[in-house]
């Protein structure tokens, strides 16, 4: 029972950063219908900014330099919403939801490499002032305890407080609900003064503070480099999943995909020799798009008959 | 066959609210919709915007909201004023604030909020007044009692009559002065047609709204507004009060139905619409 539950709370954990990513997309997705492929270099781009600024203060301000470098990357990223916004969406309005799409993949590439040209392209560090070694939880229940690791428990109690909070947002602000007024329908938003441009802006703010917080839980884990922009790739089934348009969706998906992975590779591996993690979470999104293509929470068409 | 303004019985005195002028509106870029269509409205008056499908009407309106841009649309020509001021290049969220609103054909609710938060949306621009938006609330309510009974239903699971109601109610939450309303009584039935205009005819006498309608149901229509106008290919082909509109020979035999000299074959009436051009 042990390493069985120690297996499923590690995936757990990870599906939870899974999750923070996936959120970023739902936030965008939810009130502009559009799919934006951006989200992971977003990632990228706010882990780079924090770390370095982070490295670079850290010298002269010791532990200060870590809130700071926070802020100030909090403010780099509604800086850039409101350069996509502007530069970008702002031009494209009324176009179909593929030409925003397109605009989405370029604004990708352009955060890949603008990140790595003014920050750097090494492997970097974030840090989050937390204990390497792994926590031992229930060592009273279990002989040994679960094995469990400090940053992917804080990332689960963080990503916990961003769901409620953005949950509250959405469902009792006047802004939230212009947000899901304009996600059902554009023109109609329109039509009674709400103002799709200042919509935009917040989601994309919104949608960049959330890259930042999983940017950070990733790049803290993992280091911070290009390859946490592919994180996002993860996000994909964790979408398919919890829905395009559900916040908790994203979350229950993102654990699902995460239990799921690490328990498949530990319990059905090895009967594929090993190696399954990569694409299993592929395979069951497949599945799943096949049975139930709104996702789990995704909202439902509503087609009157 | 224009009647003038004033021997329809309408207020030449005051200057209108609403005045469109010659406007001319083209569709990606190539498409003329709209070939010089003047209309004015006068404050507190319901006036209709009568025609058929593709005659212009929902353009009309759509070109005084602004929201043709959103459907790649423009005007090319023309101005339109109102309250004296030009409004052309105006955003909807500015024409809702200066109290202009629309309720588009076909109603557009949000499908996935309750009926309470789709009128809720409506008072997006007067932000956090709290206390004016819970009153606004109650009066829709007392207008439309059958939606403070759906209130936590999902506007889009709600009968079409009832998506209609929400969608008046949503914009009277932005306190309007003057309501747009495209085709209130598409899909619906024709008692329940009769229910949304008496609530837009109170609307109009107790809130004071002003009210441009563009509708088929020429017949209704004509009996609850003042003064209508009758669109055809994208000109105004003939105006007048609403009772010297009901009872002209062309208008009842073209949309009241009523055939005066006999029935005739459809190919005739097409032939003799043919050879006969109204104005121009």
């Known amino acids: 029972m042990g390493p069985f539950l120690e297996v499923l709370l590690g995936g757990l954990l990870t599906g939870v950063l899974y999750s923070l990513v996936a959120l970023g997309f739902v936030l965008i997705f939810k009130a502009s219908g559009v799919f934006n492929f951006a989200q992971g270099a977003m990632v990228l781009f706010a882990a780079l900014s924090m770390a370095r600024l982070q490295e670079w203060m850290a010298p002269t301000l010791g532990w200060v330099a870590f809130p700071v470098a926070l802020t100030l990357s909090a403010l780099i990223m509604m800086a850039l919403a409101f350069a996509i916004e502007r530069l970008v969406l702002r031009q494209l309005i009324n176009q179909e939801g593929i030409i925003l799409f397109m605009a989405t993949i370029g604004i990708t590439f352009f955060l890949d490499g603008f990140g790595q040209t003014i920050w750097g392209s090494d492997i970097y560090e974030i840090d989050l002032f937390l204990s390497k070694d792994p926590i031992f939880l229930f060592e009273d229940v279990f002989p040994g305890g679960l094995l469990v690791d400090p940053y992917e428990l804080m990332a689960a109690v963080i990503a916990g407080i961003l769901v409620a909070v953005l949950a509250v947002f959405f469902q009792k602000t006047r802004v939230g609900r212009a947000l899901r007024a304009v996600a059902d329908d554009h023109q109609a938003a329109q039509s009674v003064g709400i103002p799709l441009n200042y919509i935009w802006l917040i989601v994309w703010t919104v949608a960049g503070l959330v890259a930042l917080v999983a940017g950070m839980m990733w790049g803290a884990k993992l280091g911070v480099q290009f390859s946490i922009a592919l994180v996002a790739l993860k996000a994909l089934p964790v979408l398919i999943l919890g829905g395009f348009t559900s916040v908790p969706g994203a979350i229950i998906g993102g654990l699902i995909i995460g239990a799921g992975e690490k328990l498949a590779e530990v319990y059905v591996g090895s009967m594929f020799g090993g190696g399954i993690e990569n694409w299993f979470a592929y395979v069951l999104a497949l599945a799943f798009l096949l049975f139930r293509p709104q996702g789990l929470f995704g909202e439902r068409i509503i087609e009157r008959v | ?280």
């Open chain 2, 1 to 280: 066959m224009t009647l003038a303004p004033s021997q329809a019985g309408q207020a030449e005195t005051a200057p209108p609210l609403l005045s469109v002028t010659n406007i001319e509106v083209i569709y990606n870029h190539v498409i003329l919709v709209l070939k010089g269509v003047s209309l004015s409205v006068p404050e507190g008056g319901i006036v209709a915007l009568l025609g058929a499908n593709g005659a212009g009407k929902s353009t009309t309106l759509k070109s005084i909201s602004n929201l043709l841009r959103v459907e790649r649309g423009e005007v090319t020509k023309g101005s339109i004023t109102y309250g004296g001021e030009r409004i052309d290049q105006l955003t909807p969220n500015e024409l809702v604030r200066r109290g202009v609103i629309q309720v588009m054909e076909g109603r557009h609710c949000f499908g996935h909020l309750t009926v309470e938060e789709n009128l809720l949306t409506g008072a997006f621009i007067h932000g956090g007044k709290r206390r004016q938006i819970a009153e606004d609330l109650e009066k829709v309510y007392a207008y439309f009692p059958r939606l403070k009974e759906r209130r936590s239903s999902q506007a889009g699971y709600t009968s079409g009559g009832e998506q209609q109601m929400t969608a008046i109610g949503r914009a009277l939450m932005s306190r309007p002065k003057m309501i747009l309303l495209d085709e209130p009584s598409m899909g619906l039935a024709p008692q329940l047609v009769e229910q949304i205009f008496e609530i837009v005819k109170s609307i109009n006498e107790q809130e004071g709204v002003t009210i441009l309608l563009a509708e088929q149901n020429t017949n209704v229509a004509l009996r609850y507004a003042r003064y209508g106008y009758i669109l055809e290919s994208g000109r105004v082909v003939m105006e007048g009060a609403a009772d010297t509109l009901r009872n002209n020979e062309d208008v009842k035999e073209f949309y009241l139905g009523l055939g005066g000299e006999g029935r005739r074959s459809f190919r005739d009436v097409k032939q003799y619409r043919r050879r006969k051009r109204w104005l121009g």
